[in-house]
């Protein structure tokens, strides 16, 4: 008996207790479109969303720096990491955003005013259901002609690594520099027009 009641005490601390409540699910979603101050802004403002992190995807982690993917030889795209709710809020609905107010998916190495392919327009994909979900997407955007030019985003493989602490909520903390008041802040308002349901102040 004193066997059998030492296997039940030790098989209760491994149950979850009677109405506890499991860790709130999230996902994430990594997506590139131009400079990454804007990209985090307009994502921060999404219902659903938990955080976003500004950094470099693609290439290698060696080179993950600001001064190198400047450079534009380093492979990287200034990108976010989207940690999200998926009760709250879908991949879709997050690619819907990335579209239409994030970014403007039909230039090419470009956004605005900066150019290179550190700042071209792409998806990573962190499952192969993201994947499809991407493809998908795109097609039905480019069949629809939503767009007068043809979509440029490049769906890619490849890691994700955290830019440095001061490009982190950068928008957000310097509401009035020159580049986001002209660049960034537009999108915000866009999103909390065009998406008035999404809107998080």
């Given at each position: 008996m004193k066997k059998a009641f030492a296997l039940t005490a030790a098989a209760m601390l491994v149950l979850p207790l009677a109405g506890a409540s499991a860790p709130p699910r999230t996902d994430t979603a990594v997506l590139a479109g131009g400079c990454f101050w804007g990209m985090e802004t307009v994502f921060e403002h999404v219902k659903g969303v938990k955080n976003v992190v500004s950094g470099y995807a693609g290439g290698s982690a060696a080179d993950a720096r600001y001064d190198s993917v400047s450079s534009e030889r380093t492979g990287h795209a200034e990108a976010v990491r989207i940690t999200y709710d998926p009760t709250q809020i879908s991949y879709p609905r997050l690619l819907e955003?990335?579209?239409?107010?994030?970014?403007?998916?039909?230039?090419?190495?470009?956004?605005?005013?900066?150019?290179?392919?550190?700042?071209?327009?792409?998806?990573?994909?962190?499952?192969?259901?993201?994947?499809?979900?991407?493809?998908?997407?795109?097609?039905?955007?480019?069949?629809?002609?939503?767009?007068?030019?043809?979509?440029?985003?490049?769906?890619?493989?490849?890691?994700?690594?955290?830019?440095?602490?001061?490009?982190?909520?950068?928008?957000?903390?310097?509401?009035?520099?020159?580049?986001?008041?002209?660049?960034?802040?537009?999108?915000?308002?866009?999103?909390?027009?065009?998406?008035?349901?999404?809107?998080?102040?």
């Open positions: 955003v990335f579209f239409t107010v994030a970014h403007d998916p039909t230039q090419v190495d470009r956004q605005g005013p900066d150019t290179g392919k550190s700042y071209r327009s792409a998806i990573f994909p962190q499952s192969p259901q993201q994947a499809q979900i991407a493809r998908s997407f795109i097609a039905r955007l480019n069949a629809a002609h939503i767009f007068r030019a043809p979509i440029a985003t490049h769906i890619e493989s490849g890691g994700f690594y955290p830019a440095e602490a001061y490009h982190q909520h950068f928008a957000e903390t310097h509401l009035f520099y020159p580049y986001i008041v002209i660049n960034d802040r537009p999108k915000v308002a866009a999103l909390q027009k065009r998406f008035p349901s999404l809107w998080k102040a």
